[in-house]
């Protein structure tokens, strides 16, 4: 079976009527002239009335019905009578559905310039609001943090515990692997300087004193802000999808004391132990670096017990209780803030974990310097 | 026109058992699906209405038996063929299953883009009319989530009939929408069905609906887990020797509600 080429002319030059004969097959590979070329004819001859004749018409499908929808919405907007006749009776029914309805008219977006993102003022704005709604929701939890321990608050226990776990004893291997290379790492960066004078000794006091204050605790806190964060973000991210915070909230319970308060207490409850488990593998590490370098391992623990001070254990805790509550905050409002399709989920968790490590970074720079001007 | 009785039946669903595990859902259901019906498959909630329906897609392989297309068997069948019989194929899913990621336009253009040859100008075309059909005209560039319920589920049906399918499968679809709509939804789906000449395939428990659209059914029991009702849905209700086929089609609570003539 051959296919004619589809093919539509305008026939009657009287201003009053004019028909327009279809033939050939109206089917998807036949590619028939565009609307937009039959615009013009039509636009030039601007008939009182058009009737569409179906008579010598082919096999038929979409293509077809797209195009006399068209006709048809073209007419209505230039005020001819559009009609059909002959056609097949599939047609005749499903233009009839399809012109049922009067089409939407969306209202006009204001399309801006790309580039307008990097506009500083807006960049600033963007900020400025980000640390606003952060702040906002410190506050929050801080009231439900108050409800809780006067023993009002709607937390489960239940749901602390299987966040302590999910975030803790499952990252175990995770943490081991990045801080034992951590520590090599800093192990070798001070082989490399130290060995100039002589010193390798030292290594053990930079590894140490190097895990203690800011490895350890730094590179826990972002291996938790991409695994716990943008797991917390993507957990209350889908609920918001799924109308359970809604639920939440109409069963007269606050989502921030039942959802976002036993996460962050979990994470404050298990970073300072992961921290000082990141540690202890961290100087591990700097010994197998120091071992290489002819180092004995009682020289090395010697060593490494005289620099070891409880400021230094202070100093990365307190930053560990910190960094706590930032990867909960970034992941929790992302979460509870996201949108509610599956793209907006993915878009809440990268959120997370973007903010996370701005705000741990920020805030590492901020307690250095503080302790710094304290000398502690 | 070829008449319907002269070919195999359009779906045959032969022996089929529907198991998770050792837990069977169904077993032995055995019915023909033709030409042009629209066939409601009913039965209580958590029957396997739905897994059945999910089966029929080749979601879900069955434990035994088999379901045929045209007389050619879905399950036995290569990929590229199971390929070739999914796009005669329009399925609108329960909650809808648009893709909320991208626009309604995006979401009809996609299997348009994949399975047929029309240019990028004719698709375009094709989707505003696909969406005229159902009623969302102009709504192109708008999100899932930035539209009703209703206007999702006739969204989805426009993107079920993109590609102009031969049969089209339909979980629950008036369910959540108000009798009004849900009644508009009926018949749309008569409307489209009767110009495009598919068969259709609806899981309901709606009573409106089966009596106002169906002419061939299958009841789905959850006491012996198989097919007790095969029919035309008004017919089951006036004649069927099944009182609880009776009860949920008249929709009363007494055992026994078969009226005296």
């Keep these: ?376 | 026109m070829t008449e319907p009785n002269e070919q195999p039946a359009h779906i045959e669903v032969r022996d089929l058992t529907m198991a998770y595990g050792s837990d069977v859902i169904q077993h032995d259901l055995n019915f023909n699906i033709n030409n042009g019906d629209i066939f409601v498959i009913m039965g209580g909630s958590g029957c396997g209405k739905s897994t059945l329906l999910k089966h029929m897609l080749g979601l879900i392989k069955p434990s035994r038996g088999d379901i045929l297309y045209n007389g050619t068997s879905f399950f036995q069948a290569s990929d590229s063929e199971q390929g070739l019989m999914r796009q005669g194929w329009g399925i609108s899913y329960q909650s809808g299953g648009l893709f909320s990621a991208m626009t309604l336009g995006e979401n009809i253009t996609l299997p348009l883009e994949l399975y047929t040859r029309y240019t990028t100008a004719e698709i375009t075309d094709i989707v505003a009319y696909k969406l005229a059909l159902v009623g969302l005209g102009g709504y192109q560039s708008y999100y899932p989530s930035q539209i009703s319920g209703g206007m999702q589920k006739r969204a989805a049906l426009a993107r079920a009939i993109a590609l102009d399918p031969k049969i089209l499968f339909f979980d629950e679809p008036s369910a959540g929408l108000d009798p009004i709509s849900s009644r508009l939804l009926d018949e749309l789906i008569m409307q489209i069905k009767e110009s495009m000449g598919a068969t259709v395939v609806i899981v309901t428990h709606e009573l409106a609906s089966i009596f106002a659209i169906a002419n061939n059914s299958v009841y789905l029991d959850n006491n012996s887990h198989t097919m007790i009702a095969y029919g035309n849905p008004a017919d089951l209700r006036d004649n069927s020797e099944q009182p609880i086929v009776r009860q949920f089609l008249t929709r009363s609570a007494a055992a026994d509600t078969k009226e005296t003539p």
């Design chain 1, 1 to 376: 079976m051959s296919l004619r080429p589809p093919q539509y002319s305008l026939l009657g030059n009287n201003q009053h009527a004019t028909s327009l004969v279809l033939t050939g097959d109206w089917v998807q590979g036949q590619n028939p002239e565009n609307f937009g070329a039959f615009q013009g004819e039509l636009a030039r001859a601007h008939p009182g009335s058009l009737t569409a004749d179906g008579a010598q018409l082919g096999t038929w499908d979409s293509v077809l019905m797209a195009f006399l929808l068209q006709c048809h919405d073209y007419c209505q907007t230039q005020g001819i009578i559009f009609e059909i006749r002959n056609m097949p009776e599939g047609v005749d029914k499903l233009l009839a559905v399809a012109t049922a309805v009067e089409p939407h008219d969306p209202p006009a977006e204001k399309s801006a310039f790309w580039l307008s993102v990097l506009s500083p003022v807006k960049v600033l704005h963007t900020v400025w609001e980000d640390i606003q709604g952060s702040l906002g929701f410190i506050g929050e939890v801080s009231i439900a943090l108050a409800r809780l321990f006067r023993g009002k608050a709607n937390t489960r226990f239940t749901d602390f515990l299987k966040f302590c776990f999910q975030a803790g004893p499952d990252a175990f291997a995770i943490i081991s692997l990045t801080s034992v290379l951590v520590g090599m790492i800093l192990g070798y960066l001070g082989a490399v300087q130290l060995s100039q004078f002589g010193a390798e000794i030292y290594v053990a006091d930079l590894v140490v004193i190097g895990m203690l204050r800011e490895m350890g605790v730094l590179m826990t806190a972002v291996v938790m802000a991409g695994r716990t964060g943008a797991a917390y973000a993507a957990q209350l991210g889908t609920m918001q999808t799924n109308e359970e915070i809604d639920a939440i909230t109409t069963m007269g319970i606050s989502p921030v004391e039942f959802l976002v308060v036993p996460r962050m207490l979990a994470l404050i409850m298990i970073m300072p132990l992961l921290t000082i488990y990141a540690d202890l593998l961290g100087i591990v590490g700097g010994g197998i670096v120091a071992g290489g370098m002819g180092i004995s391992p009682v020289q090395y623990i010697t060593q490494a017990q005289a620099a070891l001070t409880f400021t230094d254990i202070f100093v990365g805790l307190l930053k560990a209780l910190v960094f706590a509550v930032l990867i909960a905050v970034a992941g929790c409002r992302a979460g509870i803030n996201s949108g509610r399709s599956s793209a907006a989920v993915g878009q809440a968790a990268t959120n997370a974990v973007v903010t996370a490590i701005v705000y741990l970074i920020v805030a590492d720079a901020a307690v250095n310097i503080v302790f710094q001007q304290l000398s502690i």
